[in-house]
């Protein structure tokens, strides 16, 4: 995609004019100052789109968009990427979910981790998920995604590992790991899922329970990363190996 992407709650229902008001209109007509006979994508964010042409802009919040011809559908990726991401301090977090959104990233699962200092708890909790949900939607946009991640609600330890259980691939990333991802054996389709933890490590115990679930440790290079960049450059790497970069 190289034309600017905006999000719709519906694609079923574009015809050959379609007008894109509210926040959307106004970022395109005010932020992004889109002309006539520019080219425009617009998606649901869940792999559906249709590629048109500005026709007008009007006011400050109002976008006319023609030649909508066709409305068409991205498959899924394969292998899917899935990154459980502990809690990290402040706005780090958001800074994994944008930054793992550009690289492609298909789902992203925040982690409430014992060694975590951020703990996600009623109204704040929900706030926060609310961020890091408005962040892949946002990063989506910016990277031109037309299928964004997915980010769920927070997740036990005891589900982080059901997850693992049924991955094709299942991997912690621990500075205990004896082997690099990098020469991994990865599968070529299903889903692989990766650990990230906090900045004060996985325990012990949760290493064990992961290990029950069929993950194994694995270490990215000689360096350590902090958690917000960690699942970028992991994510980075198994796209890359699996194809899906190339």
Known sequence: MTAP?????????VGPEFV???PEGRHAVSVKRLRPGEDVVLTDG????????????????????????SVHEEPEASPRITVVQALPKGD?????VETMTEVGVDAIVP??????????R????????GKWRATARESGKQSRR???PE???AASTKQVAALLAGADFAAVLHESGEDRLATAELPTEGEIVLVVGPEGGVSPEELAVFAEAGARPYVLGPTVLRTSTAGTAAAALLLGRTGRWS
């Open 111 to 120: 982690w409430q981790a014992s060694r975590c200092i951020t703990q996600w």
């Open 5 to 13: 992407v905006f999000v719709v709650d519906r694609l079923d229902v």
């Open 46 to 69: 869940r792999g559906r789109w249709a590629e048109g042409v500005v026709k007008a802009a009007e006011g400050k919040d109002r976008l006319v968009v023609m030649d909508l011809e």
């Open 122 to 129: 009623g109204d704040r909790g929900l706030k926060a998920l």
């Open 92 to 96: 780090r977090g958001e800074v994994a």
């Open 151 to 153: 980010v769920a609600d």
């Open 20 to 22: 894109l008001d509210g």
């Open 146 to 148: 037309v299928r964004f």
